[in-house]
């Protein structure tokens, strides 16, 4: 089979200190009221925002922004005038858009060196594709969805339930509803304080009438790839968040026209990363580089780990219930690739979405065939699991030939759709 990428583009999310991770997940001490506490305001003059403080919608750009409105409505509503915000996600672009439009002065001040967070755009062999955040998901109460259908973007529907899986066929998996039924009844019923390990170290030493290995690549599917976090650390009871699988939808051409449709009007301070906010009687003062800024009340929209790392120092500290929340909420690790190849060599399926699981458990790949943007052949692939350390090394050129290597592997070894 011949096989010449054209071009490709890798995302780094893991490594990139105004991320560290990509969405956040609920760690097995904590609970969606963690996210509650997280978002609640602390004092009248500070709140956090962002897609980690919605308690049904976390880890998805449309929860972010319903945040990020939340936020400004509770900032206006207070009276303040002038109101600073930390971050150009899609929360504080949404915060910044609602404020202006109730007549506040809104300043953002935002670390990199562009706007969207972790909806970002590259260009990819002259076309947009999404190194971050791909679908419109909860499409049908989705209003980034509604936001995206009045400026006219079109969207393609991926189908989640119907991959095709690509290289070894899939292991006495006779009925896989049932076994994705019994899944998610076991986590339901786990203890507060389980992690998903204790569920599946459980549910392996009894697996009747399913197979180890039919458990395995189910968990692999549902939650590695769905959170990219170890099965130590995540809650069997609340790590499993709704979201995938809603009628999910991808932007041709990518999430910007939306990030930039947003951030229109808006005062955006690029390059201004926040390393203090002072919370005082009379006002917030945010610190950063050399440069400062005064407001009335301040919208931070930071990422969980970051603001667990401390990349801010907060005076007076953040509540203790905003810290608890900081401690039990974190963040997995999902990476992508956009691969563009001269000619297409992988099976057409209708639902256009493809699986490849191993080399182990908890290493799994999944794509989507993106050839419908422009017509060149091309196929977006997310990634998670412990081998991420070893496939993310080297330059990005390199994790593309071995990402490539991956579907061109899977393809030669056959197919196995369900
Ligand atoms: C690989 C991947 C795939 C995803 N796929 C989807 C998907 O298909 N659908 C979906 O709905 N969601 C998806 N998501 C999640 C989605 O991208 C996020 O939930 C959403 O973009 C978060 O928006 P936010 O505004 O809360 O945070 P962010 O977008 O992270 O915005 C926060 C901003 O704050 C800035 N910042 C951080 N610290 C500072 C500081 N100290 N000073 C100044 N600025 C700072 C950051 O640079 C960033 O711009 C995906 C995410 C990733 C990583």
Redesign the pocket.
């Known amino acids: 089979m011949s096989i010449k990428l054209v071009a490709s583009a890798v995302?780094r999310?893991a490594d990139d200190?105004?991320?560290r991770?990509?969405?956040?997940l609920i760690g097995r001490h904590g609970s969606p009221q963690d996210r509650v506490a997280l978002g609640a305001p602390a004092g009248s003059r500070l709140r956090i925002?962002?897609?980690?403080t919605h308690p049904t919608r976390?880890?998805?750009?449309?929860?972010?922004?319903e945040?990020?409105l939340a936020a400004a409505a509770w900032a206006a509503d207070l009276g303040h005038a002038r109101v600073a915000v930390?971050?150009?996600?899609?929360?504080?672009?949404?915060a910044a858009g609602a404020l202006t439009a109730r007549g506040v002065d809104v300043r953002v001040?935002?670390?990199?060196d562009?706007?969207?967070?972790?909806?970002?755009g590259a260009e990819v062999g002259g076309f947009g594709f999404?190194?971050?955040?791909?679908?419109?998901?909860q499409y049908d109460d989705n209003a980034?969805a509604r936001l995206a259908e009045s400026l006219g973007l079109p969207v393609v529907a991926t189908d989640f339930t119907d991959p095709l899986e690509l290289g070894s066929p899939v292991p006495g998996e006779t009925d896989p509803e049932g076994l994705e039924r019994e899944l998610r009844a076991r986590l339901a019923a786990a203890p507060e304080g389980a992690a998903i390990d204790d569920v599946l170290a459980a549910w392996l030493r009894d697996p009747a009438p399913w197979t180890p290995a039919a458990i395995r690549r189910l968990v692999d599917a549902e939650i590695v790839m769905d959170s990219g976090a170890p099965l130590s650390w995540l809650s069997a009871r609340h790590g499993f968040e709704p979201?995938?699988g809603e009628g999910?939808r991808?932007i041709v051409g990518g999430y910007q026209r939306l990030v930039q449709h947003l951030a229109d009007g808006i005062d955006v301070r690029l390059g201004?990363?926040?390393?203090e906010i002072r919370v005082g009687d009379d006002g917030v003062r945010l610190a950063?580089d050399g440069a400062t800024l005064e407001a009335d009340a301040v919208i931070?929209?930071?990422?969980v780990p970051?603001?667990a790392a401390g990349?801010?120092t907060f005076t007076p500290p953040l509540p203790g219930a905003h810290r608890t929340a900081l401690s039990r909420l974190g963040a997995g690790r999902?990476?992508?690739v956009v691969l563009r190849f001269e000619q297409r060599f992988w099976p057409p399926y209708r639902s256009g979405y493809y699986r490849i699981h191993g080399p182990e458990a908890g290493c799994m790949s999944e794509w989507l065939d993106a050839t419908a943007a422009d017509g060149v052949p091309t196929l977006v692939g997310?990634f998670a699991g412990p081998w991420l350390d070893t496939l993310w090394a080297g330059d990005d050129a390199a994790v593309a030939r071995r990402a490539a290597g991956i579907v061109a592997e899977a393809v030669t070894a056959g197919t196995a759709g369900r």
């Open positions: 995302s999310w200190p105004w991320a991770g990509s969405w956040s925002a962002g897609e980690a976390a880890g998805m750009t449309h929860g972010a922004y945040q990020g930390v971050g150009a996600g899609f929360a504080g672009l949404a001040w935002e670390a990199r562009r706007i969207g967070g972790r909806a970002a999404d190194l971050g955040a791909n679908w419109l998901q980034l979201g995938v999910d991808w201004r990363p926040v390393r950063g931070v929209t930071a990422p970051v603001l990349a801010i999902v990476e992508k997310l």
